[in-house]
């Protein structure tokens, strides 16, 4: 019925919509590993960055809200943010 492609485009959209959710009713996670790595908070600057193709920029940002990710963490976590705006 779906493709894969659309399967994680749609699930992206799902956890979009739950981190707006959980940000707006003010839950904080249990720990820093439960944390989803993609969340609303300070996301508008982010997905600017990534809209004008500033990768790096993105990654060093995101850095900055979620302290203590590695960069590896923080470079898969802005994939998913580029591939939630469709880029």
Same mark, same amino acid.
């Given at each position: 019925?779906?493709?894969? @492609?659309? +399967?994680?485009?749609?699930?992206?959209?799902? &956890?979009? *919509?739950?981190?707006?959710?959980? &940000?707006?009713?003010? =839950?904080?996670?249990?720990?820093?590993? /439960?944390?989803?790595?993609?969340? /609303?908070?300070?996301?508008? &600057? =982010?997905?600017? +960055?990534?809209?004008?193709?500033?990768?790096? &920029?993105?990654?060093?940002?995101?850095? *900055? =809200?979620?302290?203590?990710?590695?960069?590896?963490? @923080?470079?898969?976590? =802005?994939?998913?943010?580029?591939?939630? +705006?469709?880029?």
């Amino acid at each position: 019925m779906f493709g894969n @492609a659309e +399967l994680e485009r749609r699930l992206a959209r799902v &956890e979009r *919509k739950l981190d707006l959710i959980i &940000e707006h009713l003010g =839950i904080e996670p249990a720990s820093v590993d /439960t944390r989803p790595l993609v969340s /609303t908070q300070g996301m508008g &600057e =982010i997905d600017s +960055l990534l809209l004008m193709g500033k990768k790096i &920029e993105a990654i060093r940002e995101y850095r *900055k =809200i979620h302290r203590g990710l590695s960069l590896s963490e @923080a470079v898969d976590a =802005i994939e998913e943010r580029k591939r939630a +705006l469709g880029g």
